[in-house]
């Protein structure tokens, strides 16, 4: 089974520039995430989808940060314009429908994009 | 205050030493608890995974959970230099669409 993939690794741009991340999910997988990881500190949920739709996106910078999940499979999201501190690894994630039991609430995360904003 | 909280370390042990990594949270809606582990330049990984209070064992680890203390630990057996990484804890609240709250992680070393 295909692990989560993400593109590109690494970014580097300036200040006030637009970047977009790519995410593609494990085949099956309804649910979504993306998660920005400040060096030295945990993943902070951005956005949930499930399927094509927003469960959740109350901690995503609506003013300089969008994202889409199209047709409920791939992903993308974009930051515009870019701030020094959105320096960061952006982590995509996914997981099944499955019940809690037996770890069906994991989530699959991908390699991340290491976003450098200067 | 955050709601889960994780000594960030970093912890170095020698080869064969027993690790202890703790956690504590204020939320007393968490049901699922999580470790995760993360090698340097890699996503996370799920470890150990928990429902309400108890011990789980899953070969050199074990992960266990007081909910009355509001406290949740996993320790690591005979560690190995390939345990090194940073690990995360993680909790999910009940009646959640599955959105984990993660702890800062700690930054572990095993010296061979």
């Known amino acids: 089974e295909a692990g989560v993939a993400q593109s590109p690794r690494y970014k580097i741009i300036e200040k006030r520039q637009s970047v977009a991340f790519w995410c593609n999910p494990i085949?099956?997988?309804?649910?979504l995430y993306w998660y920005q990881q400040i060096l030295g500190q945990g993943p902070k949920l951005l956005i949930q989808f499930q399927n094509n739709g927003v469960v959740d996106d109350s901690q995503l910078p609506k003013d300089r940060f969008s994202a889409e999940r199209l047709k409920g499979v791939d992903s993308t999201l974009k930051i515009q314009p870019a701030k020094l501190e959105d320096s960061a690894v952006y982590l995509c994630a996914s997981s099944s429908l499955k019940g809690p039991s037996d770890r069906g609430y994991e989530q699959y995360f991908g390699p991340g994009t290491r976003l450098t904003v200067t | 205050q955050k709601e889960v909280e994780q000594d960030p370390g970093p912890l170095s042990v020698p080869e064969g030493a027993i690790v202890s990594l703790n956690c504590t949270y204020s939320n007393s809606a968490f049901q699922y608890f999580m470790w995760y582990r993360q090698y340097s330049r890699k996503g996370p990984e799920l470890l150990m995974y928990t429902y309400s209070s108890g011990n789980k064992e899953d070969g050199r680890f074990t992960a266990q959970v007081d909910k009355s203390s509001k406290y949740i630990s996993l320790f690591i057996r005979d560690s190995q230099p390939s345990d090194s990484a940073t690990y995360l804890c993680a909790m999910i609240p009940t009646g959640s669409a599955r959105q984990l709250t993660f702890g800062s992680g700690t930054q572990l070393t095993v010296l061979p």
């Open positions: 085949s099956g997988h309804a649910t």
